[in-house]
């Protein structure tokens, strides 16, 4: 059976140096956006990015669900949750609906604006090389160990023993471990993640059940034209912000 992978990424133990960033973009052969790399967000063009709040470092990046809602709501089957965790996206498939940008309950997906053929990026997790057997490209630069990359499940092992021999450096919840489902990508903290940028208030169960449970309700001869709306359901609320975030130039 297939160990499914993962990374933690411990913010207690970050330096804020951005090797992660840098070891990204080359790994992915991304272009340079911003000299100042902690100011940089994340776009079709920078998958991973450094943000520091008053000096706590944290990293954002696809948290490659467990569940993954972009899995459930793509009409045209572009992304795919692998059974070595990682979701990866097939842009030769995409419509550009953009469902997937409106879906993620964490806001990753991001979209190329400016391109004539414009098409969705993200995190695949460095697929090719932890198909090998390797290591994802920003934990093998980490020079602190912020970032981890293993078994999710022997990753979510040493989590919750470093918030039980530390507690009173941690926040003693791991983003990750159970959100929408739960993700193979998990943080640690010494701060609420709602105050490092996170999402917050998410459900614990995963979203993609909300669609199955509202399917059960509509008549089988409709329940296929109704699917992508019932998908959408929940995340009505999110599209002022999606909207801010275009109109900003963001994405």
């Known amino acids: 059976m297939i160990k499914q992978k993962g990374i933690l990424f411990d913010s207690t133990l970050c330096a804020g140096c951005g090797e992660c960033y840098n070891a990204c973009k080359k790994q992915?052969?991304?272009p340079d956006t911003n000299t100042d790399y902690l100011r940089d967000r994340l776009s079709s063009e920078t998958y991973t990015v450094v943000e520091d709040y008053s000096g706590v470092y944290t990293r954002k990046m696809c948290m490659h669900c467990q569940h993954p809602t972009c899995?459930?709501?793509c009409p045209v089957g572009a992304f795919e949750k692998t059974a070595l965790g990682p979701v990866l996206y097939d842009a030769d498939k995409c419509l550009g609906c953009r469902y997937c940008m409106q879906a993620c309950p964490h806001h990753i997906p991001?979209?190329?604006?400016?391109?004539?053929n414009p098409r969705v990026k993200k995190c695949i997790m460095c697929y090719d090389k932890i198909s090998k057997g390797e290591g994802t490209a920003c934990s093998e630069v980490c020079p602190t160990g912020a970032t981890l990359f293993g078994d999710r499940d022997e990753l979510l092992k040493e989590a919750k023993k470093r918030i039980a021999e530390n507690p009173g450096s941690y926040y003693p919840e791991i983003f990750g471990d159970d959100e929408v489902g739960g993700s193979n990508v998990m943080i640690l903290a010494s701060e609420p993640f709602e105050k490092l940028g996170f999402a917050k208030n998410l459900p614990k169960e995963p979203l993609p059940q909300y669609t199955a449970r509202a399917l059960d309700?509509?008549?089988?001869?409709?329940?296929?034209?109704?699917?992508?709306?019932?998908?959408?359901?929940?995340?009505?609320k999110r599209k002022n912000q999606i909207a801010k975030e275009k109109k900003s130039g963001k994405e």
Not at 110 to 116: A, D, G, H, I, V
Not at 220 to 225: I, S
């Open 28 to 30: 992915n052969k991304l």
């Open 71 to 73: 899995v459930s709501v």
């Open 110 to 116: 991001r979209y190329e604006w400016t391109s004539n």
């Open 217 to 236: 309700k509509i008549p089988a001869v409709v329940g296929v034209g109704g699917a992508f709306l019932t998908g959408m359901f929940w995340l009505t």
